[in-house]
């Protein structure tokens, strides 16, 4: 298990101390009961700083999903301690978890979930629209952000007239038109070629490099490895290492 030097408030990287996005101390989470009890999650210790894009890989089944489900308040951990800018979701209601998540998390899944019967623009919109922000000018952003993730011409295309790229272009829209400080993502290049990959991720690099952000991504993809900042191993629910690119003898990407 990796431990942490880190205070649950602060953390030092890169020559300053930085506030903390993610906190997570001792975090366990299991499934099912008796014989059929799944453990996810063995003791995750993981401190993610503002500023900062933290990459989770391992192999399939280790954790990396369900821990930023945890993260993201999707799901109640059994134990430990978990905050995201200095909140606990076990602590709150289902009403005050929806609407701080609502405000403050971007979740990129990995299934996309858009839907059917909406554009690519009012899907994008749907978060805005969450907020209370009337429909038109929630739809205007979300053809704008559209054109930031190179997709700005299929605003008024429905997700079933568009290819799965496209449309984990749309989700990934989606999750930054709030402008949320920590962005989630499961998978986020999966569907992608090499160039739109890496639009995407310098996208997503320019959002969480921002003072009071974070980035968190769940990823199988080598070819991004070179845009995060740290690189999380799990295995078997727990983390086994945290690393740089550099540390990993990965090129940083620009």
Request: glycine letters at 10%; aromatic letters at 4%.
């Amino acid at each position: 298990m990796v431990t942490s030097s880190a205070t649950a408030g602060t953390m030092n990287g890169q020559g300053a101390t930085r506030k903390l996005a993610v906190h997570c101390k001792s975090v366990t989470k299991t499934y099912g009961a008796g014989g059929a009890k799944v453990t996810a999650l063995r003791g995750i210790d993981l401190d993610i700083a503002t500023g900062e894009l933290m990459m989770l890989v391992g192999p399939s089944g280790c954790g990396k999903t369900t821990l930023i489900s945890v993260i993201a308040g999707i799901l109640d951990r059994d134990a430990g301690e978990c905050t995201v800018f200095g909140v606990d979701f076990n602590t709150m209601s289902a009403s005050a978890k929806t609407k701080f998540r609502g405000s403050n998390v971007g979740f990129v899944f990995q299934a996309f979930n858009l839907i059917p019967t909406l554009t690519a623009a009012e899907n994008v919109a749907v978060p805005l629209m969450i907020l209370g922000e009337g429909r038109s000018a929630a739809v205007k952003k979300g053809k704008e952000m559209l054109e930031k993730v190179g997709l700005g011409e299929r605003y008024k295309s429905l997700p079933s007239q568009l290819s799965g790229g496209q449309q984990q272009r749309v989700a990934i829209a989606r999750a930054l038109v709030h402008e949320p400080r920590l962005i989630v993502c499961d998978e986020p290049t999966s569907a992608l070629d090499h160039e739109t990959g890496h639009v995407i991720m310098r996208l997503l690099k320019n959002v969480a490099l921002k003072d009071d952000r974070a980035l968190v991504i769940v990823t199988h993809d080598a070819r991004i490895f070179g845009f995060a900042d740290r690189i999380a191993k799990l295995d078997d629910g727990e983390v086994k290492s945290i690393q740089t690119p550099e540390e990993m003898n990965i090129g940083v990407a620009k």
